[in-house]
């Protein structure tokens, strides 16, 4: 059975004492709306769970600031760092007032000694929303691609008719 994980909030598959133990692993952290949660070349102090709020996931290029996303509650923030070990690909600012879970390596280290099927549990948690993430983004290259390829044969059109009229 294909699972669904378009919108997929983080905890829906997971029992209350499945939640309650990673709650008292990991560290529950407020932000104030505008503060920096990271930035693009931080090392990797863990992956977040927003519980409230939201936070804009951005990077800078050629000067200009790039939107990559707004996360909402019930999704995770920087679980690539924390899966790959290497420094933040994006930065991440509060959208509004936040209220995250953040785990650490060490962490998510007590929780692999301590109960491995959950572990394992939430790295497939992870793992599904990355998934979704990547799907969208192919789907929006793709859509970008074939834009362009639309402009293209436009603007040979209207060559083409340039010459003609």
């Not at 990077?59 to 995770?76: D, Q, R």
């Amino acid at each position: 059975m294909k699972k669904k994980s378009l919108n997929k909030v983080f905890f829906q598959d997971f029992t209350e004492t499945e939640i309650a133990e990673v709650l008292e692993l990991g560290q529950i952290i407020s932000y104030p709306k505008d503060t920096v949660i990271f930035k693009r070349g931080d090392e990797s102090n863990g992956f977040y769970i927003i519980s409230n709020g939201e936070l804009e996931v951005f990077t800078h290029e050629k000067g200009e600031k790039v939107s990559i996303a707004i996360i909402k509650s019930g999704s995770v923030v920087g679980e690539i760092g924390f899966l790959d070990g290497q420094e933040r690909t994006a930065s991440a600012t509060a959208v509004s007032d936040l209220v995250a879970l953040r785990i650490s390596p060490e962490d998510f280290t007590k929780i692999e000694t301590t109960n491995t099927k959950l572990a394992i549990k939430l790295i497939i948690e992870i793992e599904t929303i990355l998934a979704d993430r990547l799907r969208h983004s192919d789907k929006l290259l793709i859509d970008y691609h074939t834009v362009k390829i639309d402009e293209q044969f436009l603007q040979k059109i209207d060559l083409k008719l340039k010459h003609i009229i």
